[in-house]
């Protein structure tokens, strides 16, 4: 507004002073089409990169005028300007009076998603003769293991029950109760008490069969498979190993 009440008065003057110096009205009248083109670009929309602009259209680009100086689409005044006649599509026009720029809007921080805790395993009832893998968790008695030698926490001797047996430790781990949810207690099946046999020596003469025991200078073994004349002090190992004799704690009537 400001700026045009001011070009409005020197439009005044310098019509007095051209009429006064011999001036045309022609004269004058070129003199208020400059001072309205100065103003056309700032009061004019903004330029717009999916318009189609025709030659003299007027646009306001980042508080500056611009006129087109011939049909034009797409090519951003910023870019693509210059004086009259230098062949750019659009002419420079003056710095029009800056808007206020608005405060942007903070971007709100999104809430976070908590992370769920997870379920701990559940820790079933070991269950004398069941087949179990190394990592494999269970309760037993009030107290919670994990498997560490699959064969022996498989086995079917009592020597090795989690937390009762007295060999357990060599196949299970004590674990706290926060690693695993423990699930009912089943009422456990009664183990028919196994009849007492002997334990011989081994004997390089005599085949024995998958599940025969033995014992050898005061250790005892058991036949994981039919094997003859093979010595079970230098070809045994645990539950599983492969070897043709397992290594157990003693006869059937001593487990």
Not at 184 to 199: E, L
């Amino acid at each position: 507004m400001k700026r045009t009440i001011i070009n409005s008065l020197i439009l005044g003057l310098s019509a007095g002073m051209l009429a006064a110096c011999g001036g045309s009205e022609n004269d004058a009248g070129r003199q208020t089409k400059l001072l309205a083109d100065s103003d056309i670009g700032c009061m004019a929309p903004a330029w717009s990169a999916t318009t189609a602009y025709n030659g003299g259209a007027n646009v306001s680009r980042n508080g500056r005028g611009y006129k087109a100086a011939y049909w034009t689409q797409g090519q951003d005044p910023l870019t693509y300007s210059g004086p009259a006649g230098s062949g750019q599509p659009w002419i420079t026009g003056y710095t029009c009076s800056p808007t206020p720029t608005p405060t942007p809007t903070p971007t709100p921080t999104p809430t976070p998603t908590p992370t769920p805790t997870p379920t701990p395993t559940s820790c079933a009832q070991w269950i004398l003769g069941k087949t179990y893998v190394a990592g494999d968790k269970v309760s037993n008695r009030g107290g919670y293991y994990q498997c560490k030698v699959g064969g022996w926490c498989s086995s079917t001797a009592t020597a090795y029950e989690p937390g009762a047996g007295w060999a357990w430790a060599e196949a299970w781990t004590a674990i706290p109760s926060s690693q695993c949810t423990p699930t009912p207690t089943p009422t456990p099946t009664p183990t028919p008490t196994p009849t007492p046999t002997a334990c011989p020596v081994w004997s390089s003469t005599v085949g024995y069969n998958a599940g025969q025991y033995v014992r050898l200078n005061g250790k005892f073994y058991q036949a994981s498979y039919y094997s003859h004349g093979i010595n079970p002090a230098t070809n045994s190992g645990a539950p599983g190993s492969g070897y043709p004799w397992t290594t157990v704690w003693g006869c059937p009537e001593r487990l």
